[in-house]
């Protein structure tokens, strides 16, 4: 009888010690577990996403990510209507607000990533206070940019614009006051730095600024701000309405937003990609 019992016991202790050890491994498994993302980017933000991508904290955080790079806004916004990615990054929560409502489809942000600020550049004045009358200003020729540009002129002071003023489609009709008798001149705005030199003032967005050896931290005589002006140009993260919630997805932004990936944009490109960490539900609400 005594056997018996005995037997029993270390059948007991066996079974127990075998489901403990079971599930250690189930949730050793489960800690382990890699997620794969597939997500659709283009130039420079693609080789942002690259270099997150390869990094030990994209190891860590159990993300597999597949930077999938697609050429033109809305491809990529198509592709990922349509699953061929589960989220995007190469978009300003403007263009966004523009492509739901050109395409009447219903993307959505999950998180801010960055600003490139647009700058005034000049060859000829060292600063705003020295700009004189009838001064040549060259502004690009297409509604968003055309907006914001008249809109960092009057942040900067030099013009003042009408109260229902669209910061995505003004134009300079919608000039109400033009102390300096500022003057325009409508350029297709991948020529800015190359038309430096013919015109007073160029207002040129970060990107192109950036490839025409110009970094709008140092180089420009004024530069956008992070406002409620500004906030159409902040970049997001885009996924679907029914990804919106999900979890591996919502990591991505931690990772970008870790110093490492900071360390890596102020090398490769001067800092000018300005690092936002905004709450994304206000801001989308607020572009609406």
């Known amino acids: ?67 999938k790079e697609i050429s033109g806004g809305p491809q990529l916004n198509n592709a990922t209507v349509e699953e061929q990615v589960d989220v995007n ?11 739901n ?16 600020p647009m700058g005034i550049y000049s060859d000829r004045y060292q600063s705003v206070e020295d700009i004189k009358d009838g001064t040549l200003v060259a502004i690009a020729n297409n509604p968003a940019n055309t907006a914001r ?16 003023f669209d910061n995505g489609t003004g134009t300079p009709s919608d000039i109400i006051e033009n102390p300096q008798n500022l003057e325009f001149k409508m350029i297709d705005d ?9 015109v007073d003032l160029a207002l ?3 990107t192109i600024a950036f490839e025409g050896g110009l970094n709008v931290l140092k180089d420009a005589l004024f530069k956008e701000e992070i406002d409620k002006n500004t906030q159409q140009s902040i970049n997001v993260l885009v996924t679907t309405e029914n990804r919106q919630q999900d979890q591996a997805l919502k990591k991505l932004a931690e990772l970008y937003h870790s110093q490492a990936v900071k360390d890596y944009i102020q090398e490769q ?9 905004e709450e994304i539900g206000k801001l ?4 609406k």
């Open 190 to 198: 991948t020529t800015g730095p190359r038309v430096l030199q013919d």
């Open 101 to 116: 409502q050109d395409s009447d489809q219903k993307l959505v942000p999950i998180a801010t990533t960055y600003m490139e």
């Open 204 to 206: 040129i967005s970060n």
């Open 269 to 277: 490109f001067g800092g000018t990609k300005v690092d936002v960490q």
């Open 89 to 99: 990054a190469f978009q300003s929560l403007g263009y966004l607000s523009s492509f």
């Open 1 to 67: 009888m005594k056997k018996w019992i005995g037997f029993g016991i270390i059948l007991a202790l066996f079974l127990v010690t075998g489901c403990s050890n079971q599930n250690k491994n189930d949730a050793d498994e489960k800690k382990n577990k890699t997620t794969k993302v597939v997500l659709g980017s283009v130039d420079s933000d693609a080789d942002i996403w690259r270099f997150i991508a390869k990094s030990d904290l994209a190891k860590k955080a159990g993300l597999k990510i597949e930077v």
């Open 284 to 287: 989308w609400e607020a572009d």
């Open 149 to 164: 540009g008249l809109r960092l002129l009057e942040t900067a002071g030099l013009i003042k614009l009408a109260k229902d």
